[in-house]
């Protein structure tokens, strides 16, 4: 273990060139990272595997008091008081009036239903969850939101991008020097120009002695100003894929609407107008075959039209005026029509007659004579028609519009089409069909969008004259499907000609004057006087499950047909009046029936249009009615049938009744609807007749054709009241039975007693598989609501309570678990079914009030008083000589109990196996009891004083089965109350195979009814304010044990045979552990936390796929962790000190006391940033996310992309929420809450190797870092230049050299962390950095070892890379959704290609990642699929693009300034230890790595400080040890003197002045800083593209202003040495903007420096810069001979210095040796004794000077000139 974690560590050592004999010293020392792992389980009692015992949590919190707290920190001892809330909630009324009956009292019936309708909803929510990210996620929009104004960083490479343009524009005025013959320019001009230009400005405090404690203190405050609080809000948010813990608010329960049309009907004209008209709409769906609306009848005739029926309709509602309907289409099809039918007043003639003036008569022809006189016999016929037959109608034509034409994207109906023509009008747009999940619909329906089309006015010109015996629905279907086909009959028939103008278009979302179909005013309805518009109800084409949510209660009546051919006697023009009777009277009959248009709102009585001369009519009439709350046996549909008089003859009534007939309406407690064939009697029934049905042939009575039934008719009903079921009725019947004690009762054939009735309800209970599931949803919450009802008060019968809790459980299941299967379209990413979801969030309530008492009952105790439990029979502690059999109560109900088992063990296999559970010797002697050593609470004793009665009478615990003999004599009634809660988690506990395997399926539906049961018991009982472990008796808490257990057992046995029920019920269990945090004992709730982690360490080591139980603890892991109170349950105040075990056990305490006698003083501190077991029991639930990341992060682990991406995802989204959350705003709160993860530095420092690598190795970065994998080809052996470079020992990576093969570097392994999680897990450690204490951080890092801190710097290195900002151009240019995602796919190849994960593993990923669909084939959803094209993000805009770099620029400088502080950290540890100097080496070098990239002037300017800071404090760091340091700060201070940014001049300036006087006051001059600044000058000039010379003048002339200025050095040498390399550094300066002016020109550029090398001959250090700036230039052109001679005569310079140090046998002579390459070498001769001293400070001080640069030097000519192909040279230079 030890050798491959100093193979992982490499990198480490490299980065921080360590040198040989310090890792020998450090070896010797404990090695290894404080982060807790395996090699050091040693030390630690408990490995990371296995999960602590926690903190006794209500112990502590109740001994450790927040008074004593300062303010801001109180809130994070203990949950707020008002943490829970009852919200009672108004039900959103869509009506003006509420939807309710006219009658004052009700049957239990409509009354349930009413409550059920009416109650307000009651909503008990966690107040603050709102802060957690369950419910509010953290996603893109809302961190656009926080990321609003942000200030807008300033970065050079911003303002250079800026200034490109302006600078191509101003390049011919640069004041510029013409070349001479000479290459130096004159120094006299030089000077001038300098003294010339003018300074930036001074910074204030630089010539300023201070003490550098001083000095510390003055830059962190400087450094907390202006800082960003929020550094995850800078971050883009996590990724909504892997938030498992998300779950929305359930949908407020609401009727069922579909897609809804609006049909406005404009006006009617006829060729000749004559009588009025009236109209009918309707929709029918051909494919089904069914008419899908109620009927919408218009009026559109004229005033005059309408006078002529004044005397039958003297009185006109409002309501009836109506000519605008909305339709409601929830399957929309292609098949959907809108059927148009005319009707006219009955008058003599069958329908051709009365059609004929309608088709021959022309308005054209009204000039002619004839004409005329037809016309007006004809209104005259009319007017006498309408006079005396006004109240009857006949049928007159019809026609259909194909809705497909009209919303279809071809375009409207084509006009070819001879029955209508269209005329196009608005302008709205073709979007695609909102689909709801349930719906399902094909691919070829797509287009069938009513939701949204373009509006369209018809005008329909052609009718179908009515047929009198084609009348009915199934002739009209045929002529609608024959209609589609191109040569259809009708179109070959004469048409009515007529002008109908109606418009058609999506309905508005809430438009005004519109009524309901019970005629309420539906809001808004501003005027009452307006003409409405109607919502015509919808009879949906297939079952809409939706549950009712208003009361309704309609009932329509179809007559068929009628055949009364063998009836004797004028019968021929018959109509079929219509009556709701209340009794037999006929005053009875009720004024319910709807009117139609033009007349009264309601009426007692409806006619049937009449078919003139036809004994045999068929119908299609439809009569609606608004039928009474309360129904009796006495209330019928009475059909009376009339024949009609149609010419007045003498003696002979207007109507003659020819039959009667009728339908009682309720049989049995249910309502009688269907289909019905009826019996029709030619005389009025006898008395009585109501209560009996048609069909019975009552003594002397006449009936039509001997009996026979010759009248069809179908009775159907919206109602929201009555079922239609028999299952549903037969079960709500015997509740009400049951309340109301109306013993006997006969239902059907069976009378119902006192000694059937529990069979018989356990029956229908049963029974109610058989329902069909529409009408279930549609009355679901009723149905819920009651067998509710019946576990917590169980019906007493004969004195004796009728336990019926087994089977309510077993229905609730079976229902609940069939509604999931059949409904998996709605449902959430939890398999949660939103109908049952919105039921328990806002309609389920624990009843209150109690059942009915029977007439002899006794006095019903009220709810508050002490509440006498009845649960189920419980045997916990029954003597074995006690049976169940001598219970007195008469339920057989109570699950067999199953034999003690012997072992614990066995005890779990019981509940596994489902067959029950004995809590004789379970609970309480296994190690689990209260006080055992594994003890789950803390047993209360004194909380049983409400059973107390229970007790006494037994020891068998049956807490209110009430013994009627010893309390009441018969026939009083004892009222049972149960806890619901309580009865679920017993029932669930006991349940047995089909059940038990039902419950499991949908186990979030009973864990959140129990849940909102539990809370609702708080807030009734007033329990919420007593202490949590008073809340609930013990026998409840060892059931929640007991399930939890179980149901853990489950998770860990069953993941690989069922995933997804696998995966459901790990996520339920977590949300229910979750919401038992904030109701139950929190020590307890933990215990079932570490109970569920041991089930599946159990089964981990068997596991065939350990990899998906770690996924599936890891989701359940973070459900529990976002609690909005995590940080509280975490006990973030707490000291780590060694807690009180939370048991007695002896062996605990004594294991824990062993643990903690060998720690020495600082393991306080130490423990907090490890995974000790005092942190993991402390802050329980950080420590499991923690240890969770730690053992994913492993290197040995099985660790695949997925699991890291979990593990990290879950750490940053809670770190976010923190965040985001204004409860924690306070810095102080802040900080104890990163006290909660300490331990993640660590592992992060572990995790180094693995971590994707950020840094760029561009030219201008000289990044000093070892090879990684991305710097080179892995594949042909190559390595970058920076790496050639720091092989022959460059301090800087100069020009580009070219590459050349060598044995691959020993670096750091490939990284098996993505991009993306790398840099979320480095933005989550930097997170810690910035909010964690200062002190507790430095008095860490004072107790780690070198290589620990340079791990830690190697991080910060890291951090700076990975945030560095990258541009506006950059970020133009990439796309970052598209990075993101191609990074996690190169990630997952990798996994595949190094064979990390398997084919069975991605699927199992793949399965995981499923569509929130649940099973539903995603194949047609494009817009879930994973392969759809991502259209998210395509083009940004120029706004969104400027807001991305201004929130990149921001996360760059905050991340890099928390580098900076965690720096300063370290360096203050170094200032109080001497020991650590080492690491000053290091920090520097993280200093100059974030100086080298592109930061903020606001960064820079504290970068800066510090490093002046770093410089004054360890100035022997710089110049008396290794130059390469002082080489790369220079380096770094000149590119800063030259940036085009004020401030960062400013600052860089003072630095480089104050880096030269520390200098000189070492040792009286400051040689070192003048060679190394005047080489970096050369350097930067000779290979930065963007070098501006104008903004380096201006900071030299700064550098001359502080010499100047400077008193205290005034009189010393310094000022005129400062001087002169200044007017030397300008120098330099003229010859570039020489080069510059030939930057195009490459041979007058290598010319150029040619001759400013030549310059240089005196100065070996600045001739080898400029040789090798040449050498790189040929290289960029390809010119490698060029090149390798370039880099000859470096060498050869090299060798003069190294020949005259010392003689050397195996070094060459100077650079004689090299003159057979090129004779030109020996102008590197000049360098000798008389012109310079090798022994001079600051003279060939560059790592070139060395036996290891000459190398360096030799093999890259070497290389170059092999690729020049000069083969011969390559043997004299080696």
């Not at 001083?214 to 995850?232: V, Y």
């Not at 890891?1114 to 609690?1123: A, G, K, L, Y």
């Not at 240089?1656 to 050498?1671: E, G, I």
Request: charge should be negative; charged fraction near 25%.
């Amino acid at each position: 273990m030890a050798s491959s974690t100093n193979e992982r560590r490499a990198f480490a050592h490299k980065i921080n060139r360590t040198v040989a004999a310090e890792v020998r010293k450090q070896v010797s020392r404990e090695y290894g990272s404080p982060q807790l792992s395996k090699k050091r389980g040693a030390h630690q009692p408990v490995p990371l595997t296995e999960v602590v015992e926690p903190v006794d949590y209500e112990e502590y919190v109740s001994s450790h008091a927040p008074g004593a707290e300062p303010c801001p920190l109180r809130q994070l001892m203990e949950f707020p008081p008002d943490d829970l809330e009852l919200l009672l909630q108004d039900r959103e009324c869509t009506t003006l009036e509420p939807p309710l009956p006219e009658e004052d009292t009700f049957d239990p019936r409509v009354r349930d239903a009413l409550g059920v309708y009416t109650d307000d909803w009651l909503i008990i929510q966690r107040k603050y969850q709102r802060y957690s990210t369950t419910h509010t996620p953290h996603n893109s929009e809302r961190q656009r939101e926080r990321q609003r104004g942000l200030v807008k960083q300033t970065f050079e490479l911003d303002e250079a991008a800026a200034t490109d343009r302006q600078d191509d524009q101003d390049d011919a005025k640069r004041r510029s020097v013409s070349l001479d013959d000479t290459p130096r320019g004159s120094w006299a001009s030089s000077i001038f120009d300098l003294k010339n230009s003018s300074p930036d400005a001074l910074l204030p405090s630089v010539l300023e002695r201070t003490a550098a404690e001083d000095m510390d203190r003055r830059n962190a405050e400087a450094r907390l100003q202006g800082r960003h609080s929020d550094l995850l809000g800078l971050f883009p948010a996590p990724d909504e894929d892997e938030a498992v813990e998300r779950c929305s608010v359930p949908e407020v329960p609401k009727e069922h609407c579909g897609q809804r049309i609006m049909v406005k009907c404009l006006s009617l004209k006829f060729e000749i107008e004559i009588e009025p008209i009236f109209g009918t709409l309707a929709l029918y769906d051909v494919k089904e075959k069914k008419k899908i609306s109620e009927d919408f009848h218009f009026d559109l005739n004229s005033d005059q039209m309408k006078g002529l029926l004044r005397l039958h309709t003297p009185h006109t509602a409002i309501s009836t005026l109506a000519r605008s309907a909305i339709f409601s289409i929830t399957y929309p099809s292609a098949d959907i029509f809108l059927v148009i039918k005319l009707e006219k007043v009955l008058q003599q003639g069958d329908i051709g007659e009365s059609c004929e003036p309608y088709m021959v008569m022309k308005e054209s022809d009204s000039s002619k004579v004839t004409h005329k006189e037809k016309l007006e016999k004809l209104r005259l016929q009319a007017e006498t028609s309408c006079s005396r037959l006004g109240r009857y109608r006949m049928p007159f034509a019809w026609t259909a519009i194909h809705l497909v034409n009209i919303v279809s994207s071809v375009g409207g109906l084509e006009r070819s089409d001879p029955d209508s023509d269209s005329e196009r009008k608005g302008h709205g747009t073709w979007n695609e069909r909102k689909k709801k999940g349930f719906e399902r619909m094909s691919v070829g329906e797509d287009m069938c969008n009513f939701a949204t089309f373009r509006p369209a006015t018809l005008t329909v010109t052609n009718f179908f004259k009515q047929e009198g015996d084609r009348l009915s629905d199934e002739d009209l279907y045929k002529f609608l499907a024959d209609m589609r086909r191109p040569s259809s009959v009708l179109r070959r028939l004469r048409p009515v000609t007529a002008q109908l103008k109606i418009d058609i278009s999506p309905a508005p979302d809430s438009p005004h004057y519109c009524l309901s179909p019970e005629l309420l005013h539906v809001k808004p309805y501003p005027d009452p006087r307006v003409r409405p518009t109607k919502e015509v109800l919808e009879f949906p084409a297939r079952y809409v499950y939706t549950p009712h949510t208003t009361y309704r209660n309609l009932l329509y009546i179809y007559p068929q047909s009628l055949n009364f051919s063998s009836r004797q006697g004028s019968v021929r023009n018959i109509a079929v009046k219509v009556q709701f009777m209340a009794g037999e009277d006929p005053s009875l009959a009720m004024p319910v029936i709807f009117g139609k248009s033009s007349c009264a709102e309601f009426f007692t009585e409806a006619y049937s249009p009449v078919i003139y001369h036809d004994k045999s009519p068929e119908f299609y009439e439809e009569v609606k009615m608004k039928i009474p709350a309360n129904l009796t046996d006495n209330h019928h549909l009475l059909f009376t049938f009339y024949h009609i008089s149609c010419q007045p003859k003498q003696n002979t009534p207007l109507e003659t009744p020819v039959g009667y007939t009728w339908i009682p309406l309720m049989q049995h407690g249910r309502l009688r609807t269907g289909s019905f064939s009826l019996p029709v009697s030619v005389e009025k029934p006898p008395p009585s007749y109501s209560v009996l049905t048609p069909d019975v042939q009552l003594p002397g009575m006449k009936w039509v054709d001997n009996h026979k039934q010759v009248f069809n008719v179908e009775v159907t009903a919206a109602s929201s009241v009555h079922t239609q079921d028999p299952h549903l009725d037969k079960f709500f019947t015997l509740c009400y039975v049951l309340e109301e004690y109306s013993f006997p009762f006969r239902l059907k054939d069976c009378i119902i007693s006192e000694a059937n009735v529990e069979g018989e309800l356990k029956a229908s209970m049963t029974g109610l598989r058989g329902a069909l599931l529409d009408t279930c949803v549609r009355f679901l919450h009723q149905l819920l609501s009651k067998l509710i009802l019946l576990i917590v008060h169980p019906p007493v019968i004969a004195g004796q309570i009728v336990n019926l809790g087994r089977a309510a459980f077993e229905a609730m299941s079976l229902l609940v678990n069939q509604i999931h299967k059949n409904l998996e379209g709605n449902q959430d990413q939890h398999g949660r079914n939103n109908l049952l979801a919105s039921y328990i969030h806002y309609c389920f309530h624990l009843p209150t009030a109690e059942p009915a008492m029977p007439p002899a009952g006794g006095a019903t105790p009220a709810y508050e008083l002490p509440i006498q439990y009845a649960t189920l029979s419980r045997a916990t502690a029954r003597p074995s000589t006690l049976h169940l059999a001598r219970s007195k109560s008469i339920s057989n109900s109570n699950p067999d109990l199953a034999s003690t088992p012997t072992s614990p063990d066995e005890e779990v296999q019981r509940i596994i196996g489902s067959k029950g559970i004995d809590r004789s010797h379970s609970w309480v002697n296994s190690a689990y009891a209260p006080g055992g050593s594994r003890a789950v609470l803390r047993r209360n004793p004194n909380f049983t004083c409400e059973l107390k009665q229970a007790s006494d009478r037994g020891c068998n615990r049956m807490s209110a089965f009430v013994d009627s003999a010893t309390f009441c004599s018969a026939p009083t009634r004892q009222i049972a109350k149960k806890l619901l809660h309580e009865e679920l988690a017993l029932q669930w506990v006991v349940s047995t195979s089909t059940v038990r395997e039902a419950a499991l399926q949908q186990a979030w539906f009973f864990f959140q009814l129990m849940t909102k049961s539990m809370s609702h018991h708080l807030f009734l009982s007033a329990r919420i304010d007593l202490p949590r472990r008073q809340r609930f008796p013990d026998r409840f808490v060892d059931d929640i044990a007991a399930l939890v257990g179980a149901i853990s057992a489950d998770v860990a046995g069953r993941y690989h045979k069922d995933v997804e029920l696998v995966e459901r019920l790990n996520s339920s269990l977590a949300f229910f552990l979750n919401d038992l945090l904030s109701l139950m004992d929190r020590g307890f709730v933990f215990n079932l936390i570490r109970s569920y982690y041991k089930q599946i360490a159990n089964k981990f080591h068997t596991a065939q796929n350990p990899i998906s139980l770690t996924a599936l603890r890891m989701d359940f892991t973070r459900i529990v962790c976002s609690h909005e109170h995590y940080v509280t349950l975490n006990l973030p105040c707490s000291t780590l000190s060694p807690p009180a075990s939370p048991s007695p056990s002896t062996s605990s305490t004594t294991s824990q006391g062993s643990a903690f006698s060998s720690m020495h003083q600082d393991q306080g501190v130490a423990s907090m940033f490890e995974l000790s077991v005092p942190f993991r029991q402390q802050h329980f639930l950080s420590g499991l996310l923690l240890t969770e990341l730690s053992l994913i992060l492993e290197p040995d682990a099985e660790g695949v992309f997925f699991l890291h991406k979990k593990a990290i995802s879950a750490v940053h989204s809670l770190m976010c929420s923190h965040d985001a959350d204004p409860r924690y705003t306070d810095p102080q709160v802040r900080t104890h809450i990163a006290q909660l993860y300490l331990p993640l530095i660590p592992i992060v420092m572990d995790t180094l190797p693995q971590l994707h690598d950020f840094t760029d190795t561009s030219p201008a970065r000289g990044r000093h870092a070892p090879a990684m994998q991305d710097d080179g080809d892995p594949d042909n052996g190559t390595i970058s230049q920076s790496v050639a470079m720091a092989i022959a020992g460059s301090p800087l990576p100069h020009a580009k050299a070219p590459n050349f093969t060598m044995p691959t570097v020993a670096g750091r392994q490939c990284s098996s962390l993505s991009a993306e999680c790398s840099r979320t897990l480095l933005v989550s450690f930097l997170w810690v950095l910035k909010n964690a204490d200062a002190a507790l951080l430095e008095s860490w890092v004072s107790d780690l070892s070198v290589l620990q801190i340079n791990r830690l710097l190697d991080l910060l290195h890291l951090s700076v890379s990975c945030f560095e900002y990258k541009g506006k151009k950059a970020l133009e240019r990439i796309n970052s959704l598209t990075f993101k995602k191609s990074q996690d796919m190169k990630a997952r190849l990798e996994e595949a290609i190094l064979g990390t994960i398997g084919a069975r593993q991605e699927m199992v990923r793949r399965c995981r990642e499923r569509s929130p669909y649940g099973n539903e084939n995603v194949r047609w959803r494009k817009n879930v699929t994973h392969w759809r094209q991502n259209t998210d993000r395509v083009d940004k805009t120029k706004a969104e693009t400027e807001q991305e770099s201004v929130v990149d620029g921001n996360l760059a400088t905050e991340a890099s300034l928390v580098v900076l502080d965690t720096l300063e950290i370290i360096v203050k540890t170094v200032l109080a230890s001497e020991l650590k100097e080492s690491v000053l080496g290091g920090v520097l070098r993280v200093l100059l790595h974030s100086m080298a990239g592109s930061q903020s002037a606001l960064f820079l300017q504290h970068c800066f400080t510090t490093q002046r800071g770093l410089v004054f404090k360890f100035p022997e760091m710089l110049f008396e040890e290794d130059t390469e340091l002082c080489a790369d700060l220079c380096l770094r201070l000149l590119r800063h003197c030259s940036s085009s940014v004020g401030s960062v001049r400013s600052q860089a300036s003072a630095s480089l002045y104050l880096l030269m006087r520390q200098n000189f006051e070492i040792g009286n001059n400051f040689a070192r800083v003048k060679m190394q600044v005047t080489m970096s000058l050369s350097s930067l000039v000779g290979t930065s593209q963007n070098f501006n010379e104008e903004h380096l003048r201006r900071s030299l002339k700064t550098i001359l202003t502080y010499a100047e200025e400077d008193l205290e050095l005034r009189d010393s040498p310094f000022p005129e040495q400062v001087q002169d390399l200044v007017f030397n550094l300008h120098m330099i300066l003229t010859d570039t903007v020489k080069m510059k002016e030939h930057q195009q020109d490459p041979e007058m550029l290598i010319d150029l420096m040619y001759r400013i090398a030549k310059g240089y001959q005196n100065s070996p250090d600045l001739r080898l810069t400029w040789l090798q700036n040449m050498a790189g230039k040929h290289s960029e052109r390809g010119n490698h001979a060029e090149a390798a001679h370039c880099l000859v005569h470096s060498a050869a310079l090299v060798a003069e210095y190294l020949n005259m140090l010392e003689d050397c046998r195996y070094l060459p002579i100077g650079c004689v040796t090299f003159q057979h390459i090129s004779s030109n070498v020996l102008e590197e001769s000049a360098v000798s004794d008389d012109i310079l001293s090798p022994e001079e400070e600051g003279i060939c001080a560059g790592k070139y000077f060395s036996e290891l640069g000459l190398v360096g030097l030799l093999e890259q000519a070497a290389t170059s000139f092999h690729m020049a192909s000069m083969y011969e040279a390559i043997n004299e230079v080696l």
